[in-house]
């Protein structure tokens, strides 16, 4: 048809990462194998909305680069760092559709978020702008939860390994130059009381 723009699909992948690990890893690479996703935008939280203890901003960036920016049209963005304040995700969402017009979003959530989705603010709207894109989650069972499922690892299980120095369990978890990361700049060496995945 002419004078019809098609619009680029891209796939909105926010989370903590705190830190990021195999899972998110792969997360990224099931939405790009298996959906019209063609750019993954992936959006480390600036300042967590419930005041949860982080990681510093800067480790969380620099780990999600390490974990996924290598992968073929995945970007790791600091639009919430540049947005300020507390992470709200309807306030990116409003945001990136008004500086990128051309994009049909999608918003990549897992099946655990799902779960959630009724607790989150103005949840209707976020579905309306970036309709979900649902990934399963080894352990969560549901008819409407995709088969495709991602291996069950958390942050929160990560963190542990690192606060009782189980490096071989960590080996598992996190992406390899992640973990040097996190041991070269003393990240999570003591469970901070309040963190979040």
Same mark, same amino acid.
């Given at each position: 048809?002419?004078?019809?723009?098609?619009?680029?699909?891209?796939?909105?992948?926010?989370?903590?990462?705190?830190?990021?690990?195999?899972?998110?890893?792969?997360?990224?690479?099931?939405?790009?194998?298996?959906?019209?996703?063609?750019?993954?935008?992936?959006?480390?939280?600036?300042?967590?909305?419930? *005041?949860?203890? $982080?990681?510093?901003?800067?480790?969380?960036?620099?780990?999600? !680069? %390490?974990?996924?920016?290598? +992968? =073929?049209? @995945?970007?790791?963005?600091?639009?919430?760092?540049?947005?300020?304040?507390?992470?709200?995700?309807?306030?990116?969402?409003?945001?990136?559709?008004?500086?990128?017009?051309?994009?049909?979003?999608?918003?990549?959530?897992?099946?655990?978020?799902?779960?959630?989705?009724?607790?989150?603010?103005?949840?209707?709207?976020?579905?309306?702008? *970036?309709?979900? $894109?649902?990934?399963?989650?080894?352990?969560?069972?549901?008819? !409407? %939860?995709?088969?495709?499922? +991602? =291996?069950? @690892?958390?942050?929160?299980?990560?963190?542990?390994?690192?606060?009782?120095?189980?490096?071989?369990?960590?080996?598992?978890?996190?992406?390899?130059?992640?973990?040097?990361?996190?041991?070269?700049?003393?990240?999570?060496?003591?469970?901070?009381?309040?963190?979040?995945?």
């Amino acid at each position: 048809m002419s004078g019809v723009t098609e619009k680029t699909v891209v796939g909105i992948f926010g989370g903590s990462f705190n830190p990021p690990h195999v899972a998110h890893v792969l997360a990224a690479t099931l939405v790009l194998c298996t959906s019209d996703v063609a750019r993954l935008l992936v959006i480390p939280t600036f300042q967590h909305p419930f *005041a949860k203890l $982080l990681a510093p901003y800067e480790d969380r960036v620099r780990m999600t !680069e %390490l974990a996924m920016g290598w +992968l =073929p049209r @995945v970007e790791v963005s600091r639009v919430e760092q540049e947005l300020g304040g507390e992470s709200k995700t309807l306030r990116t969402l409003e945001h990136l559709q008004k500086l990128y017009p051309s994009w049909s979003m999608r918003l990549v959530m897992g099946a655990d978020l799902v779960l959630e989705a009724p607790k989150w603010f103005a949840f209707d709207r976020i579905r309306e702008i *970036a309709p979900p $894109l649902v990934l399963g989650r080894s352990g969560l069972d549901g008819p !409407e %939860l995709p088969t495709a499922q +991602l =291996p069950g @690892v958390s942050s929160t299980e990560v963190r542990a390994a690192i606060a009782a120095q189980r490096w071989d369990d960590l080996a598992q978890l996190v992406p390899r130059d992640v973990a040097a990361h996190i041991r070269a700049h003393g990240l999570y060496a003591k469970p901070a009381a309040g963190a979040v995945p």
